[in-house]
């Protein structure tokens, strides 16, 4: 006949036990009756969570998991900076009301006598009754500058302060968005000028007259340039026959704009 011995049941299992039965007996002693079997049941309960508390915090058993809660944090993107005004409005004798925004180095504006200007006939194009024109603008400084919107155009009498405008100036397009250009010394800066046909319009409100300059204001300027050139004009500020686009970087090519 075999024996078995029974192993002994841990020593804190044994405590809380023992601790839980005397709980459950002293309560059912000290309340008869219904209220015996309440409160039997509420140190039931007591000692039910005590035992589960003891149970958890015994040596030897593995602790409970710790939840691990990984927040992305995605880094928000630059701003991208605001769009440039590229309203179409009339580049008048005055020159053209906004200076150029400072670049990323800070480069001043290109100052009118710091540049050469001229017009490229040799890559005019015409067609549909316009004719198209690149005026060009080199940096002759030994500093670097920069060109931003549109430069004010219009024809004029003579190639001074004192000769008169001639007709309306030129509307600065908003088809084209205006960019900044930097000019090292020495290198080109270009902006399309678009001449309207004077005889497409009538006489009376074309008023048909030879203009033999033009004057440009370059983009952010005040002092105006002037440059030699024969065109078929109207003088009646009522017909507009130019129309200039913003700077782009590099000479003008024909077919190639803004």
Not at 25 to 32: G, N
Not at 123 to 142: K, V
Not at 199 to 208: L, M, V, Y
Request: hydrophobic share 45%; charged share 5%; with cysteine.
């Amino acid at each position: 006949m075999s024996t078995s011995t029974r192993s002994p049941a841990p020593a804190s299992h044994l405590t809380t036990t023992g601790w839980a039965r005397g709980a459950r007996q002293a309560i059912a002693a000290s309340m008869p009756g219904r209220s015996s079997r309440l409160a039997w049941l509420a140190g039931a309960a007591v000692a039910s969570s005590l035992v589960a508390a003891c149970g958890t915090a015994a040596p030897g058993q593995p602790a409970a998991p710790t939840a691990t809660v990984t927040e992305t944090v995605t880094a928000a993107a630059p701003s991208a900076p605001a769009s440039p005004s590229t309203a179409q409005s009339s580049a008048a004798a005055a020159p053209p009301s906004s200076a150029a925004p400072g670049g990323a180095a800070g480069l001043a504006a290109c100052g009118t006598t710091a540049l050469r200007i001229t017009v490229d006939d040799s890559q005019a194009q015409g067609g549909a009754g316009n004719s198209y024109y690149p005026l060009n603008f080199t940096n002759t400084s030994g500093s670097a500058c920069e060109m931003y919107g549109s430069p004010g155009v219009s024809f004029a009498a003579s190639a001074t302060a004192a000769g008169h405008q001639i007709g309306a100036a030129a509307l600065r397009s908003d088809a084209f968005a205006n960019t900044a250009v930097r000019l090292a010394p020495g290198q080109t800066a270009h902006a399309w000028l678009k001449v309207a046909v004077a005889a497409n319009f009538p006489s009376s409100a074309c008023q048909p007259v030879t203009a033999h300059w033009l004057r440009i204001y370059p983009p952010g300027e005040t002092v105006a340039g002037y440059v030699s050139h024969t065109f078929s004009a109207c003088s009646s500020a009522s017909a507009v026959l130019l129309t200039v686009l913003p700077v782009r970087a590099g000479q003008g090519v024909a077919g190639v704009t803004p």
